[in-house]
């Protein structure tokens, strides 16, 4: 293990952080926190606008604690200051602008009390997305922070305690958390992420709740590069994708299929971006992977290159206890498996139909890109198949608002009504979700 001190072993100088908060290489362009809905005042009732007034003063504590925030994730888990910087960011503006979903809940009834466990990532997101949409419902909203994330728990408690609506459980595991749920007759949602032995607990105790969501592996997400893609934004895409926050999203792209005509070209486009996936201090602004410091992360990774046959590396990497990466390799045949972390494999097609014959084979449909034009009938086959597709996508960080959730192994809701149980997969808006009706 490294010996390094990181600029986080210490509180940090805060006109390091204002500069950090000024300048984010990971995605230029931070969001505005003071954009209006377009919904007219008139449309809302006075309970929805009371939820409204609720998710502002949350998600104005949520910025008046970006410093903390920031300091803590990084420190927990390694995450680099531009990205948390980022979440943050996102979070925020989240929680400012839900009235964009009141759509989705007006002349609904709430649930209850809605649960959730969180991953270790993308606390802020998380807060902003699942609370947030709990709340505007008309729940109460009760949530667990990994036990990865000692620090950012704090902070986070810190955000909701005027809140009355939110309760932060502390004191326990994530496990003893989730028997509390079930044993809790007042919770009648449940969210809870993991692998797969995680969502069979849970399944098996959807009696005790009207609605469970589980979020399952995402497995090694896929990209694909069709013929008439356009070359340099793909390839700056699928760098960028793959190693945001090293790879520890679930959203991450894992896997490139890329036309042989076009191969080469986009393999020197790839190259021509990896100088800026740098390794290091999460303090330092230009770092992309900070210290994985989860070891199941990092098991995961080594059981990922462990499977690889005949890899070609394109790229030095490390190695290093909880400095990893990053991984890029051309392989003729990825691994099917649950893969967090550093990992970008390319992978050369003869046609554009075997790229889309060839992801469609994962145990985890959870998200596909793609760029250029796919084949007739391959946009249908493959929204078919996966919870997600994105299609040229124009970002790195995913929208908020853009619908959430993978198929098969990959993830699933199942809702009790009058007594009958449905299991259902695909992509939903939670704050359609969370009240019924």
């Not at 299929?257 to 100088?275: G, N, R, S, T, W």
């Not at 929208?399 to 939903?428: C, M, N, V, Y």
């Amino acid at each position: 293990m490294s010996n390094r001190k990181y600029l986080f072993s210490h509180s940090l100088p805060g006109e390091f952080l204002d500069k950090v908060l000024r300048h984010s290489p990971a995605h230029s362009g931070i969001i505005s926190f003071t954009r209006e809905t377009n919904m007219p005042a008139s449309t809302v009732s006075p309970e929805l606008a009371d939820r409204l007034e609720i998710l502002r003063r949350l998600g104005e504590r949520l910025e008046a604690h970006r410093r903390e925030l920031i300091e803590a994730t990084a420190m927990d888990i390694g995450t680099p200051v531009s990205v948390a910087e980022k979440e943050v960011s996102l979070g925020v503006e989240h929680l400012l602008t839900m009235a964009e979903e009141v759509p989705h809940v007006q002349g609904k009834a709430p649930y209850g009390t809605v649960a959730a466990v969180f991953p270790y990532d993308a606390i802020p997101v998380m807060l902003a997305r699942v609370g947030g949409a709990a709340l505007l419902g008309g729940n109460r909203f009760l949530f667990s922070c990994s036990s990865q994330t000692p620090r950012s728990a704090a902070v986070v408690r810190e955000v909701v305690a005027p809140f009355p609506e939110i309760e932060v459980a502390t004191g326990m595991s994530n496990k003893d958390f989730g028997r509390q749920a079930v044993l809790d007759p007042e919770v009648r949602v449940f969210f809870i992420s993991g692998g797969g032995e995680v969502g069979a607990i849970y399944e098996a105790e959807a009696a005790h709740f009207d609605k469970v969501f589980f979020a399952g592996p995402s497995g090694l997400p896929p990209t694909i590069i069709f013929r008439d893609a356009p070359l340099a934004r793909a390839a700056n895409f699928v760098v960028r994708r793959a190693f945001l926050n090293g790879g520890q999203y679930c959203t991450t792209t894992k896997r490139v299929y890329i036309h042989q005509d076009l191969y080469e070209d986009v393999k020197a486009l790839i190259l021509q971006v990896m100088p800026e996936i740098r390794v290091g201090d999460p303090g330092d602004p230009h770092t992309w992977i900070g210290p994985i410091k989860v070891e199941r992360t990092r098991l995961l990774l080594d059981r990922a290159l462990a499977a690889l046959e005949n890899p070609h590396f394109l790229w030095d990497y490390r190695r290093d206890g909880e400095w990893q990466g990053p991984f890029l390799m051309e392989v003729a045949d990825p691994p099917d498996l649950e893969l967090f972390g550093p990992f970008l494999a390319l992978v050369k097609v003869e046609s554009d139909l075997e790229a889309v014959s060839r992801v469609q084979q994962s145990r985890y449909p959870f998200l596909v890109t793609w760029f250029g034009t796919p084949p007739p009938g391959a946009r249908e086959t493959l929204a078919a198949t996966f919870g997600m597709t994105y299609d040229n996508p124009d970002f790195i960080f995913t929208p908020l608002r853009l619908p959430f959730g993978g198929k098969g192994a990959s993830g699933w809701i199942i809702e009790q009504q009058g007594g009958t149980f449905t299991k259902r997969d695909g992509a939903f808006i939670y704050s359609a979700e969370l009240v019924r009706g």
